[in-house]
């Protein structure tokens, strides 16, 4: 979803394990910018045509499958010719997918009908982990627009992977910078790094005066954000920003042993998310933001109850994860309708809430 990554854990009377989580990644080779003037675009990509490469990866290194592939430009699906060499060509001739990997290369920077504006690139798939059901992933990045003339850049941060895991140790990252005047080769970056749940004002420098970065998993706390700022003449002229992912770092919500309330009174649990590294100690994370859901479970006439519990029926704190609900909304009318509204008539039987909190890495 930028690259979020979510940890799970759920709650009747005790704690359960967390669950799987996967990545799609969109991976450039370099800056997505034309160029163009009043003659038309005169960018030339076809010595060094720009290349997107997706990216599915399972946490818990389980086996993933891609199924239909598909690529969108402006909401468009491109449509692809048959099969050569391991590659389709679109119709258009514009474009070129990976028929393995899936990767676009975008053979020719004239995507345009005489209007220049910025287009969106959109790849979507199909993702089956181990036998869980399909999913549906997406992911979106922009084909940026400049005249020449103006004095504009466009810089961005290129790299073969962003997630860390058991196998792939360390990512390099990459940077290319576009102006209006055509590609740049001499300038600066300066790195920085935030981590999740921090500010989004930048909090530390890496390092000066270098293009690449190379991060090991030592350097990366679970998620961070990297910033590079690209100097021209020592002027910051343009900022671009990539999320690297640890995911051999296992996250687990950890919530109370036991969870009871009293009659007529009212139960509170607030969940702490930690980062449990495969080296070292386990240490708190702080979330960007809590989510939960709640359920009935079983009623007392031993009825399965699939249905959601009324948010009018708790309070919850975003911010904190803090969730409270009174011991009286904890019943449920067994006479009433299955598809009706569980909460009319008489609440005389008891239910006990399955409380279900997600942390947003």
């Known amino acids: 979803m930028a690259q979020q990554q979510y940890a799970y854990g759920t709650v009747t009377i005790k704690r359960l394990p967390t669950g799987d989580n996967v990545q799609l990644t969109l991976n450039i080779s370099r800056a997505l910018a034309i160029v163009y003037n009043d003659n038309g675009v005169t960018t030339d990509w076809s010595s060094n045509p720009p290349v997107v490469t997706p990216r599915v990866i399972s946490q818990r290194g389980q086996a993933v499958t891609v199924t239909q592939p598909k690529w969108y430009l402006d909401g468009t699906e491109i449509q692809f010719g048959e099969e050569s060499g391991g590659k389709k060509t679109s119709t258009d001739g ?66 073969g992977n962003t997630i860390l895991d058991g196998t792939n140790t360390t990512v390099t990252l990459g940077t290319s910078l576009e102006s209006s005047q055509g590609s740049v080769t001499s300038y600066a970056v300066v790195w920085y790094k935030s981590l999740p749940g921090t500010d989004a004002e930048i909090t530390t420098g890496i390092t000066d005066a270098t293009k690449t970065l190379t991060l090991a998993r030592g350097d990366v706390d679970g998620a961070i954000r990297i910033e590079a700022h690209f100097i021209v003449n020592s002027i910051v002229v343009a900022k671009a920003g990539i999320t690297v992912i640890d995911m051999g770092d296992d996250y687990r919500v950890i919530l109370s042993e036991e969870v009871s309330v009293e009659y007529g009174g009212t139960v509170s649990i607030t969940p702490r998310l930690v980062r449990m590294p495969e080296n070292g100690s386990p240490t708190s994370v702080t979330p960007q933001a809590w989510g939960v859901e709640v359920d009935n479970d079983k009623v007392l006439d031993d009825q399965t109850m699939d249905s959601e519990v009324p948010s009018t029926e708790y309070t919850f704190i975003p911010a904190t994860g803090e969730f409270s609900m009174s011991e009286t909304s904890m019943y449920y009318n067994p006479n009433a309708t299955i598809t009706a509204d569980l909460y009319t008539g008489d609440r005389t039987a008891e239910f006990n809430p399955v409380v279900t909190f997600e942390a947003e890495i």
Do not use: D, H, W
């Not at 995507?111 to 992911?139: H, W």
């Not at 922009?142 to 810089?155: F, M, P, R, T």
């Open 94 to 159: 514009i474009f070129e997918m990976n028929t393995t990997t899936y990767a676009l290369t975008i053979k020719s920077a004239n995507i345009f009908s005489g209007i220049y504006y910025n287009r969106l690139l959109r790849f979507s798939c199909g993702v089956v982990v181990g036998s869980a059901a399909p999913m549906t992933f997406s992911k979106e990045c922009e084909i940026q627009v400049l005249k020449a003339g103006e004095n504009s850049y466009i810089g961005a941060i290129t790299s």
